[in-house]
């Protein structure tokens, strides 16, 4: 659980839309807190921005699953072609493990961590 808190990095707003920092903090750990800038119109309510940047951790963790079980790190490229075939494999590698690992729970099976 987390409490969160937002405020404009921006005096002014182009077209309605503009920039904020939004804060974390552990309701357990007050020392535990994150940052991440955010973009977005005007009326965006901080419900919604917590939302999104929780999202964004979720992402990472994903990214994290894929470098440690399907070499999402294990590339050395020069080229964008390259790097793009390497990345897409790598995710869809992770997909498929996950789509595996899922439909084994739902059999009944045993969670291997």
């Known amino acids: 659980m987390y409490q969160w808190a937002r405020t404009p990095i921006r005096i002014w707003w182009e077209?309605?839309?503009?920039?904020?920092v939004l804060a974390?903090?552990?309701l357990t750990d007050p020392a535990d807190l994150a940052y991440c800038v955010c973009y977005g119109p005007q009326g965006t309510r901080l419900k919604d921005l917590a939302r999104v940047a929780?999202?964004?951790w979720a992402v990472e963790e994903c990214f994290q699953s894929a470098k440690g079980?399907?070499?999402l790190d294990h590339c050395q490229v020069r080229l964008y072609h390259a790097w793009y075939r390497h990345i897409?494999?790598?995710m869809a590698a992770l997909a498929a493990l996950t789509a595996v690992r899922a439909h084994e729970?739902?059999?009944g099976e045993r969670?291997?961590?």
């Not at 077209?15 to 904020?20: A, K, Q, T, V």
């Open 15 to 20: 077209n309605g839309y503009g920039h904020w």
């Open 24 to 26: 974390r903090r552990s």
């Open 54 to 56: 929780g999202t964004r």
């Open 69 to 71: 079980e399907c070499g």
């Open 88 to 90: 897409t494999l790598a």
């Open 105 to 107: 729970l739902a059999k």
């Open 111 to 113: 969670a291997v961590a």
